[in-house]
């Protein structure tokens, strides 16, 4: 509902849901909390996608199909399935994006929704049984902007967390700060045994 009230005002560009856990991300509220921001622009991280998806093709689809096919699937549900992409670039790291094109939380059904929420909710137990102490976390729903490409972008969860070790944060260094380089601390198919 907020994401359908937030894109009807005339100057919202973008709608972004997510919610932070952990002083490590940065918390500094300490109970549970979720926020959704509306940007008078499309963000740099979606103009970068934009770019992607005008060169290929139905480039969702192709990614859900490439992951389903791998080892890496985590959950699998009639209208979401949750991964660790082949190239996360955090230690701990999931996405779930919808079965079919859909361009925002509005466009959801209820059947869609019914299935998602207990989906979220494995993903974040899992992350949190990895270690002794609650997994910090950021989950950020993608959706596509609001008056370009929604035939072409889909909405997605992306969890990811900078936590490699029990009592070990990852820190952007050199590679992932200075040249956005990313380097895995940890394969993909671990992380997926773990989740």
């Keep these: 509902d907020r994401t359908a009230a937030l894109s009807a005002l005339p100057a919202v560009q973008q709608v972004f849901p997510f919610e932070n856990r952990g002083e490590a991300i940065g918390v500094t509220l300490h109970h549970p909390h979720g926020q959704i921001y509306a940007y008078p622009y499309i963000t740099p991280r979606t103009q970068r996608l934009v770019s992607s998806v005008e060169r290929i093709p139905d480039l969702f689809s192709r990614v859900l199909e490439f992951e389903l096919d791998s080892e890496r ?101 050199g590679s992932e700060a200075a040249m956005g380089a990313w380097i895995g601390d940890v394969t993909p198919e671990h992380t997926a045994d773990l989740v």
């Design 73 to 173: 699937v985590v959950l699998r549900g009639e209208y979401w399935s949750a991964y660790v992409p082949f190239a996360a670039r955090w230690p701990l790291e999931v996405h779930m994006p919808p079965h079919r094109h859909l361009p925002d939380y509005a466009a959801t059904s209820v059947e869609e929704r019914d299935e998602l929420a207990p989906m979220y909710r494995s993903i974040l137990r899992g992350l949190d049984r990895i270690y002794e102490s609650e997994t910090p976390y950021i989950a950020a729903w993608h959706q596509a902007p609001v008056n370009v490409h929604r035939d072409d972008i889909r909405l997605m969860l992306q969890v990811t967390s900078p936590r490699r070790a029990a009592d070990k944060l990852k820190f952007l260094a």
